[in-house]
């Protein structure tokens, strides 16, 4: 017989809302420090440089973070790499992350105004100095809408790790289910969870692209 939904399931649901915000922060961190040198490289003076990073962002984003799991967490052990579905999971989102907001960085900083880059050039500012000085705090401004936004799409993206077998919140549910059979009562806890997490980034990347004016442009 089938039992019912107990405080110990929502307890094992909670936990899995932990490892959700552990992986998502541990894959906005290193896709984000990662996503700095792709864009700097996608704005590079060197072409190679330039085509070789817009190599990099095509097939990241060409392929679906489903078959980029599967390639790091079964492909390397192919070679006897063998990695635990956290940091499989850490890594194969890490390079996702890393694409797109590589792009993101990339059209925030071009859409500073070209008369910045050149009143730096008429203080004979070096490139680096301009970058880092004049554009770069700008573009950081524009950036932090739909860095946020992004982030939301981070944190569902996360459930994706469910198939390599970590146990976050989508995981989690999948278990429950399997022991009590209740997916409806289990699902629409598991999407209450996501909702509460994605929520308030949401508002939050809306008020501040109010706040900082950044539409108008």
Known sequence: MLGSFTLAHL?????????????????FVLGGFAGFFVMLARISEHKY?????LVYVQLLQGIPLLVILFLVYYGLGIFGLELPALVAAGVALMFYVSAFLGEIWRGCVES???????????????????????????????????????LVQVLKGTSLASVIGFVELTRAGQVINNSIFQPFLIFVLVGIFYFVLCYPLSRWSRYMEKKLNVGSR
């Open 49 to 53: 440089l330039r085509w070789a990073s």
């Open 11 to 27: 307890y094992y649901l909670l936990d899995g809302v932990v490892w959700t915000l552990v992986l998502s922060l541990l894959a």
């Open 112 to 150: 500073v105004v070209k008369t910045q880059w050149e009143a730096a050039e008429c203080l004979s500012f070096s490139r680096s100095q301009t970058l880092f000085l004049v554009i770069i705090p700008q573009a950081v401004r524009i950036s932090l809408p739909p860095t946020v936004g992004f």
